[in-house]
């Protein structure tokens, strides 16, 4: 069965500076779908960027990129240029072949003025 | 307008209470998904239904059951609550892109808080 791992509860990071994000995950499969998701104080799930694991290229929207790391069943998320806004809970999440998502525990970041 | 809404946002009960939480969608989306959430766990999949006459469990599913009375609704109902079942509950949907494949990207409701008493 596919799993997912934030070993990173909390994090903090001061504004303007930049952060990574952990997560690893475990699958047999050779082709799915990596997301990373933002959970605001609002609580509104928001999705951040999206991977497809065929793509040799690391995704990125704006300040927010990957590291994908196939082989080594990684997928960080690196925020730069942090912004107050970006405090938030952070989701890393599967999808399956069977169209299910699975997500990790989340990371809670804090953006310092 | 919000394309997923969920009622109510936040709902306090007591134990043994029937509660349903209920979820529309205005994207025209086939795949419906209830997830709980909790604190150190993330999201965990209680329900998921394909499409009106395809309800599948998931991996939490034990205490809960669904409805899907529409294309654009799907409720889930707890019957007899307890408290173990505060969390706070969401409500995803999925569609499809060009052709038949499924998009990848899913869809959340602002979610509701349920507390169990």
């Known amino acids: 069965a596919q799993t997912v791992t934030q070993s990173q509860p909390e994090m903090s990071v001061q504004e303007a500076e930049t952060v990574t994000l952990s997560c690893t995950y475990d699958?047999?499969?050779?082709?799915?779908?990596l997301f990373w998701y933002k959970q605001p104080p609002s609580r509104q799930m928001i999705l951040v960027i999206r991977?497809?694991?065929?793509?040799?290229q690391n995704a990125t929207e704006n300040r927010f990129s990957v590291n994908f790391q196939k082989a080594a069943k990684s997928f960080s998320l690196k925020i730069s240029d942090s912004q107050l806004g970006d405090t938030a809970m952070y989701f890393c999440?599967?999808?399956?072949?069977?169209?299910?998502?699975?997500f990790g525990t989340g990371t809670r970041l804090k953006v310092l003025a | 307008d919000a394309d997923v809404t969920q009622t109510p946002r936040n709902r306090i009960t007591k134990t043994g209470k029937r509660i349903m939480l209920e979820c529309s969608q205005t994207k025209g989306h086939d795949r419906m998904y209830w997830y709980r959430q909790d604190p150190g766990l993330g999201l965990r999949l209680i329900y998921y239904?394909?499409?009106?006459?395809?309800?599948n469990k998931g991996e939490i599913s034990d205490g809960y059951s669904v409805s899907r009375q529409a294309q654009a609704k799907f409720s889930l109902s707890l019957e007899s609550a307890i408290p173990n079942q505060t969390a706070l509950y969401f409500c995803a949907t999925r569609g499809k892109a060009a052709g038949s494949r499924p998009m990848e990207e899913q869809f959340f409701g602002p979610g509701t808080r349920l507390t169990v008493l």
């Open positions: 999440a599967y999808l399956t072949g069977t169209y299910k998502y699975i």
């Open positions: 699958t047999s499969e050779s082709n799915y779908y």
């Open positions: 991977q497809e694991a065929y793509k040799q």
């Open positions: 239904s394909f499409d009106v006459k395809d309800i």
